[in-house]
């Protein structure tokens, strides 16, 4: 943007109904492979950093994030000088027609099924005749593996057979841990395929696994509803049937894992109004923000506890305490008929 160019106020200051123009200048990482990239738009509060939604057109909430459009990113007519990157471990090892560079970790300390994103910088001192492959392999205090992940060097859209000699290309890859993992310090080793020529990264990352429970606990309220065959709600713990206005209401949810999963759910807990509007919730990741979905193992059972404070002016009624999952776009699981929320039971809301 022009020099003269001042970005909006603080968005607390916008008027209503007024517009606002906000400039940004996107460059793209060196070494970035050619090819056609998505570009999304994502708004979120600086202090939470929760994400705001996008609205559907029926006007419910949708996902956190806008496709603005697609960017064509070509060829470097000249590479940058790999001595001005900034790479956390310098490696500059031959593994064959391929030269590692250097690699990039996002984290030293993990719990399992966390996800991290590796970056690996290569260089080819050949042109590849056939598609090689990246293992990145988790080796545990015995040097066994206990994780390989067989990855293109860069993308698969950009393969090592597309390229020339002296091309420096960075290759980035999300990752997931296995949610079985035991605590302890493991190793990352990167091997080339072919022909197999491997080295093992300087720093280990140290893993706190949590203690993993296969045994119900006693509940007030068995039930059995599966979610998305994800999760099954097997029952509940309510501190209250009757409360009033300004009361806080806790309530325990106890879930069994069902399957692994990738995705990182949020359990939501909502009160609702006779008339069905919302009036108090608690959403987060299970077990105040500790036991993500993502190290859940099958046949775990997960103690979640949540507490609901009640406004002073609510009014008095009936009102339904409902439970469920969904994912970080918004988007629940079901049960079986279909339905995205498990009703837990009626609370009775007394006046002063």
């Known amino acids: 943007p022009p020099r003269s160019f001042r970005g909006p106020p603080d968005t607390r200051l916008w008027p209503v109904g007024t517009y606002a123009q906000d400039s940004h200048y996107v460059e793209t990482l060196p070494g970035t492979p050619p090819g056609t990239y998505d570009l999304y738009l994502i708004l979120f509060d600086k202090e939470t950093l929760s994400p705001l939604r996008v609205l559907e057109s029926d006007g419910q909430p949708g996902p956190p994030d806008l496709l603005l459009g697609q960017l064509d990113v070509a060829r470097p007519s000249t590479f940058v000088d790999p001595d001005e990157l900034e790479m956390q471990h310098h490696l500059n090892v031959d593994l064959g027609s391929l030269t590692l560079l250097g690699v990039n970790l996002d984290r030293a300390e993990a719990a399992p099924g966390d996800s991290f994103l590796a970056t690996f910088f290569w260089l080819a001192d050949e042109s590849p005749q056939a598609d090689l492959i990246a293992r990145f392999s988790l080796l545990d205090s015995d040097g066994v593996s206990v994780a390989d992940f067989d990855l293109p060097p860069t993308n698969t859209s950009h393969p090592s057979s597309a390229w020339q000699v002296g091309d420096f290309w960075r290759g980035q890859h999300l990752l997931h841990l296995p949610a079985a993992l035991n605590d ?164 009775e809301l007394r006046g002063q």
């Open 184 to 347: 302890g310090d493991y190793v990352w080793r990167i091997t080339l395929l072919p022909p197999g020529r491997s080295i093992n990264l300087p720093s280990p990352i140290h893993v706190t696994a949590p203690f993993h429970a296969f045994i119900s606990p006693p509940l007030q309220y068995p039930i059995d509803v599966t979610l998305g065959g994800l999760a099954t709600l097997v029952g509940f713990d309510l501190e209250s049937e009757t409360i009033q206005p300004g009361d806080t209401l806790t309530v325990t949810l106890a879930w069994r894992a069902e399957a692994e999963t990738h995705t990182s759910y949020n359990v939501f807990l909502h009160l609702t109004a006779p008339d069905g509007a919302l009036a108090v919730q608690s959403d987060g990741i299970p077990v105040d923000w500790t036991r993500p979905t993502t190290g859940w193992l099958p046949g775990e059972f997960i103690v979640d506890t949540h507490t609901l404070t009640l406004p002073t002016d609510i009014l008095p009624g009936p009102y339904t305490l409902f439970a469920g999952l969904y994912e970080p776009d918004g988007s629940r699981l079901t049960v079986q008929d279909g339905s995205d929320v498990i009703p837990l039971a009626t609370i």
